[in-house]
């Protein structure tokens, strides 16, 4: 002891004894909210959660240094969820909109899509065009809070508009009959088509333009921006293009139609078959939805 507190006095002279090596805390979970029953967005296989948006939180967690929390919430839930803060981001296929943007921020959009209408397979002959969706008198499904279904109420006007709390629920009762049409976005409404071609189809067709971004609180503007940062890093390296790749495989495509739209000149092209979607096998594979 007499030889320890010797040295150390000896140090003292010399500038003080060795100083402990301070640990940088451990940065925060990034707790990121998804919605587990929208396949390409984030579904349930094999026990798993998957998806475009599971893909995205993952690398967006790493890129700003930080674990990741994958947040199960319900659609309904998901802006309340960021709003009292019990998630730090929502990555749930959030179309932005001026209604949404009173109660949250969004970062810059990752991409530009629509609405699509699904129908059961022997319908497609009477529904090729968006004047012959828009102007149905039969019931149309959509889901409850989605820009689907404003949409479908305000141009739609003389459909019946039934609403669900899922699209799984929308796309049973397409099956059984008691709608004629869903309508839903462009990248969840392909993959139901497409996994269930015998029995179900699509108009390739866009009934409007809409941008896909992730939702943050008002107030913190520090995310934001950091979001906004690694995303536009994506654009640039290519994680974007190979993740949109990777679960929704026709998105140039998408984005080029939505394009269209905005500025007027769309051009009309033959769509691909559903079956091109199918041969994917990373993205229509046989799933568990829970």
């Known amino acids: 002891m007499r030889a320890a507190l010797l040295v150390c006095f000896t140090l003292l002279g010399l500038g003080g004894c060795p100083a402990r090596r301070e640990v940088a805390p ?11 029953s929208t396949p390409p967005y984030a579904f349930k296989q094999g026990g798993q959660l998957v998806g475009l948006e599971v893909d995205f939180a993952r690398e967006l967690a790493a ?4 674990p990741l929390d994958l947040v199960e ?13 019990r998630a730090d981001i929502l990555m749930a296929g959030m179309t932005v909109t001026r209604a949404r943007q009173v109660q949250i921020a ?5 991409l530009r899509s629509g609405l699509l209408t699904v129908m059961r397979k022997e ?4 529904f090729k065009t ?4 828009l102007g149905t008198t039969e019931p149309i499904g959509v889901i409850t809070g989605t820009t ?7 141009h739609a006007r003389d459909a019946p508009v039934m609403v669900y709390p899922t699209v799984q629920a929308a796309m049973d009762e397409l099956r059984q009959r008691r709608v004629t049409l869903v309508v839903h976005d462009a990248p969840v409404a392909i993959w139901f088509a497409a996994s269930d071609e015998a ?10 333009e809409e941008a896909l971004g992730w939702g943050l609180p008002r107030d913190d503007e520090t995310l934001r921006s950091a979001v906004n940062g690694v995303l536009a890093r994506w654009r640039t390296d290519g994680t974007r293009d190979r993740l949109l790749g990777r679960w929704v495989p026709y998105w140039q495509r998408l984005e080029t139609q939505a394009a269209g739209r905005e500025s007027g000149r769309q051009e009309r092209r033959r769509a691909p078959a559903l079956s091109s979607y199918r041969r994917n096998p990373d993205v229509c594979r046989q799933r568990e939805v829970g």
Do not use: H, K, M
């Not at 968006?130 to 969706?133: F, K």
């Not at 689907?148 to 305000?154: D, L, P």
């Not at 029995?199 to 409007?208: A, K, N």
């Open 26 to 36: 451990r940065p925060p979970a990034l707790r990121v909210a998804v919605s587990p």
């Open 63 to 66: 890129a700003l240094g930080r």
């Open 73 to 85: 919430i319900d659609w309904g839930d998901l802006i309340p969820a960021v709003r009292t803060r």
């Open 106 to 110: 969004f970062s810059d959009p990752y």
């Open 123 to 126: 319908d497609v002959p009477r």
């Open 130 to 133: 968006v004047s012959r969706v």
């Open 148 to 154: 689907a279904e404003r949409f479908v109420r305000e």
């Open 199 to 208: 029995s179900l189809g699509v108009l390739l067709e866009l009934l409007d």
